[in-house]
């Protein structure tokens, strides 16, 4: 019988420099969209996949995020006694069964496929997801779910990709494909990083993976690839023909929030689906589109 997929990686531990000042003394992850960070709807989403274990890989100047999902006695126990029950509930809700969220340090800032190799002892022998909390995708069915449910098919190993403009190819992992339905692409080739020129497809990974175990004896060897970091998906190339691999057109929406356009996108397209919000941030995005420079402050 198949291992399910129970566990998932975090890798957390980049230094967030594009959002500067913002990140100096913050993780990136915590920057938040409306009012949750980033790093929770990636968690969420696991969760509502059905994973049980939260592997995070962080690194210095990430405690905030572990603070995050932890009891926060004085907090609550103030909330409790105001008798706010609502924002009680916010910080309640969001807690996890103790022993089910594990932290491991990547100690060096060496590259993705360094801070998954990190986390080996912590995954085991078993398939697993690997989730980047600056691709936020708004879904029906979790994106991750929707890789577990192909890995629960195939039995290999399964990216969530999409396509992109061809001249965006250069921060992207992209595919060479083989046999393709149109949702779901065999994988041939895969290429991190490559110019628009060179990129065997426009058919790209976005941060959500379900991987076999193997990667990681892959990884114990990875030599360093684009960017002089060791790349995950270098090892994953590495893997190809031996297992199915798989890369999943997703349903659903996928914001780049590593990139501050794409973070506003997602701010907006959020607070544009929230019942309490919605209708006022309607309202506002048609007042600065019918103004325009008009209402420019100064
Ligand atoms: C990482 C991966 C890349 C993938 C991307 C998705 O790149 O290395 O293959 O396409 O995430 O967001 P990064 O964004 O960390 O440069």
Redesign the pocket.
Known sequence: MRKPVRKAVFPVG?LGTRFLPATKAMPKEMLPVVDKPLIQYAVEEAQAAGIEQIIFVTGRGKTSIEDHFDFSYELQDTLRKRGKMEAYGVVTDMMTQPGSVAYVRQQEPA??GHAVWAARHLVGDEPFAIL?A??LVMSKQPCIGQLIDVYNQTGGNALAVMDVPREHTE????LDVGSDDGRLAEIKGLV??PKPADAPSTL????RYVLLPEVFDILENQGKG??GEI???DAMAQMLGKAPFHGLRFEGRRF?C?DKVGFLEATLAFALERSDLGRDVQRLIDDYASIGAARKVV
Do not use: F, N, P
């Open positions: 980049g590259g993705l980047l600056d691709d921060r992207y992992g992209v991190e990083k790209s990974v976005i941060g684009a960017g790349q995950l998906t780049d590593g």
